[in-house]
């Protein structure tokens, strides 16, 4: 599984941004896809998951009602829509592929102002 993140740039404090995630490959064998996140000098952290058997979906609690992941099977994209950002909400986003193992794609930095 191959995974492209796009979508990152400089947002206000209560903007909002899209993350995409496209992916390509064996999308077939995917269980689950998730966005992660890594703010500078912290370790990456969990942000959301969709599991694909159930359609179900995960948050941390930190994002919980500003952010939401959906994925569009035509396009073979996963998304994370960003809500009500906060500077916290800055650093370096990944997608990530859960299949036996887990694919990673390039980070897409999110950065928000004050």
């Known amino acids: 599984v191959q995974l492209q993140a796009s979508g990152g740039g400089l947002v206000q404090a209560g903007g909002s941004l899209r993350l995409s995630c496209a992916v390509s490959g064996s999308i077939f064998s995917i269980n689950a896809m998730s966005w992660h996140r890594q703010a500078p000098g912290k370790q990456r952290e969990f942000v959301a998951a969709?599991?694909?058997?159930?359609?179900?979906?995960r948050y941390a609690d930190s994002v919980k009602g500003r952010f939401t992941i959906s994925r569009d099977i035509a396009k073979n994209t996963v998304y994370l829509q960003m809500n009500s950002l906060k500077p916290e909400d800055t650093g370096v986003y990944y997608c990530?592929?859960?299949?036996?193992?887990?694919?990673w794609g390039q980070g897409t930095l999110v950065t928000v102002s004050s």
């Open positions: 990530a592929a859960a299949t036996t193992y887990t694919s």
């Open positions: 969709f599991i694909t058997s159930g359609e179900i979906t």
